[in-house]
T-cell receptor, first 116, second 113 residues
Framework: AQKITQTQPGMFVQEKEAVTLDCTYD???????LFWYKQPSSGEMIFLIY??????QNATEGRYSLNFQKARKSANLVISASQLGDSAMYFC?????????????FGAGTTVTVRA | ETGVTQTPRHLVMGMTNKKSLKCEQH?????MYWYKQSAKKPLELMFV???????ENNSVPSRFSPECPNSSHLFLHLHTLQPEDSALYLC????????????FGPGTRLLVL
């Protein structure tokens, strides 16, 4: 079964506007971590933001925020004030289990294109 | 800080060639990973090393052979590859094998002819 689902293969957003990237996950483990990575055309995976399953507040990191809805098992990424440099592929990932579990499950990704 | 570096960035090889991919991390991490990213497929974890010991081998064909001589370096030795092995190979590292965040290198784009 798919552990991470990203339903939006591609999105267009106008510069300076906000965009929300959807991510839903599937796990029965009470302890897990959720990640978002950005992959520009150069190929490098750039870590953006992390949310732990026990975190009480939604994670924020600069223009990135994670809308964590635990009951719905969703962890959407919100990018505010989009910039041309935000054009890239975005991946949602999940780590299940306690801290000594290292396996990340990745979604299929969402391509974001920012228009001037 | 240069983080995680990978060489070469691009590689074209024939099916009978032998080549190696190199990864180096400058973050003082103890765990290193190899991932394969094929077109239209999610990232696939190939190998995990923790403190230079292999702790994961995800049913990867033997034509891929990893080597971790120390906690800063990771190699992926390639021999008799197939065209379907063409992909982006990403290296990552983390503080411990259970540390939350893995940091990735820029990847090696491999084309097997």
């Amino acid at each position: 079964a798919q552990k991470i689902t990203q339903t939006q293969p591609g999105m267009f957003v106008q510069e300076k506007e906000a965009v929300t990237l959807d991510c839903t996950y599937d796990t029965s483990d009470p302890s897990y971590g959720l990640f978002w990575y950005k992959q520009p055309s150069s190929g490098e995976m750039i870590f953006l933001i992390y949310q732990g399953s026990y975190d009480q507040q939604n994670a924020t990191e600069g223009r990135y925020s994670l809308n964590f809805q635990k009951a719905r098992k969703s962890a959407n990424l919100v990018i505010s004030a989009s910039q041309l440099g935000d054009s890239a592929m975005y991946f949602c990932a999940m780590r299940e289990g306690e801290r000594n579990d290292y396996k990340l499950s990745f979604g299929a990704g969402t391509t974001v294109t920012v228009r001037a | 800080e240069t983080g995680v570096t990978q060489t070469p960035r691009h590689l074209v090889m024939g099916m009978t060639n032998k080549k190696s991919l190199k990864c180096e991390q400058h973050l003082g991490h103890n765990a290193m990973y190899w991932y394969k990213q094929s077109a239209k497929k999610p990232l696939e974890l190939m190998f995990v090393y923790s403190l230079e010991e292999r702790v994961e081998n995800n049913s990867v064909p033997s034509r891929f052979s990893p080597e971790c001589p120390n906690s800063s370096h990771l190699f992926l030795h390639l021999h008799t590859l197939q065209p379907e092995d063409s992909a982006l190979y990403l290296c990552a590292s983390s503080q411990e094998k259970g540390e939350e965040t893995q940091y990735f290198g820029p990847g090696t784009r491999l084309l097997v002819l």
